[in-house]
């Protein structure tokens, strides 16, 4: 285990910077995801820890040894990170066991210490008696769990996955982040998972790292960020969070805070700090309920309907500001058409920081 420090690193390609000043500290044993769409820097970051490119800003330490910066960099093979790429990378020639053993025996290691640590490791990601077979003749899972096994038979101080469950079903995904999540519980590695999926990084890290055009926008627990996202980036993209303008007429001591949304008047959350002024507040859709037409509320009209099993997903628009989708769910029975006019209760919302005069 290691802890891993990133300390305001830059990387450009010619003109295209894809790290700008990225600052990011994880603990020894921590999961941290690093989420984001495409092209928003987190491969790139990924390829910096792993020294597969060399800075040209700041510096990269696992433990207390600096590992990059611009005029020193220490090749990936002598970092003691593992990685476990997308495509699994298994040689189809070989077996189970002997990819496994393939960085064992580049790094020298000879049996029985080699054969001892492959055992080891297909116990560990609960392989055993798979040691003889082809990859081509395991599902998708136990190819994921044998290039993990491979990552950690060489004993990794840090263990870097690179969007690992991409190339897996809707319900492999699911039992796999359970794998991944039983892993690190049984292990305690330090762990950097990259992907651009929130909802992976939600169920599985301790803190999520949010970027978006080389930027790191705010790190977090998953519950911080989706409760107080730190910009409108972070609100519209964590959560399909709503982002309207209100004013903050008054602020209480406790962290809460009276807005006029529309001439509707709400209780928000917010930072003790805030001030009564104009700014943007993020709102989800279980913040939203429809109440009757002549009850206090909101005026809005339904552009869509859902049907997800259950309930609908409402798609909607504000009467007083058309441009501004909303998005809700409503229990069936319900009957609703395109056009309807809705009114809406709002019972929460984040005031987000440094958002006033919006």
Not at 86 to 96: C, E, G, K, N, R
Not at 196 to 212: C, P, S
Not at 230 to 246: K, N, S
């Amino acid at each position: 285990m290691a802890r891993l420090t990133i300390d305001q690193v830059s990387k450009s390609f010619g003109a295209f910077r894809a790290l700008n000043n990225v600052s990011l500290e994880v603990k020894d044993g921590e999961f941290m995801a690093v989420l984001g769409a495409s092209g928003c820097g987190k491969t790139t970051l990924l390829r910096q820890i792993a020294g597969f490119d060399k800075l040209d800003a700041g510096r990269i330490l696992i433990g207390d040894t600096v590992v990059s910066t611009p005029r020193s960099h220490v090749p990936p093979e002598r970092r003691r990170i593992g990685i476990v790429f997308q495509s699994y990378a298994l040689w189809p020639h070989m077996s189970v066991a002997e990819n496994i053993a393939f960085g064992l025996a580049v790094a020298g290691i000879k049996d029985p210490e080699r054969s001892r640590r492959v055992a080891a490791a297909l116990t560990l990601v609960e392989l055993d008696g798979f040691g003889e077979r082809r990859p081509a003749l395991l599902s998708g899972g136990q190819r994921q769990r044998v290039a993990l096994a491979r990552c950690l038979v060489t004993e990794p101080s840090l263990v870097l996955l690179d969007e690992p469950l991409a190339n897996l079903d809707v319900h492999l995904r699911a039992s796999m982040e359970d794998e991944f999540a039983r892993f690190h519980a049984r292990t305690g590695t330090t762990m950097i998972y990259i992907t651009h999926d929130q909802a992976e990084a939600m169920a599985l890290a301790d803190r999520i790292a949010v970027m978006d055009s080389g930027r790191l926008l705010q790190v977090a627990t998953p519950s911080e960020l989706y409760r107080e996202p730190a910009d409108e980036t972070v609100a519209g993209f964590i959560g399909e969070g709503m982002v309207l303008p209100v004013d903050v007429q008054s602020v209480d001591a406790d962290g809460r805070c009276w807005t006029t949304l529309y001439g509707h008047h709400v209780r928000m959350r917010c930072a003790k700090t805030q001030k009564p002024a104009a700014a943007r507040a993020c709102l989800r859709a279980r913040d939203l309920r429809i109440v009757a037409l002549s009850a206090e509320g909101i005026a809005a009209r339904i552009d869509r309907a859902i049907y997800q099993g259950g309930y609908f997903r409402l798609e909607a628009h504000l009467e007083a500001a058309p441009e501004k989708p909303l998005h809700l769910a409503a229990s069936e029975p319900f009957n609703v058409a395109p056009g309807m006019a809705i009114k809406l209760a709002v019972a929460d919302g984040w005031i987000i920081p440094g958002s006033e005069g919006h």
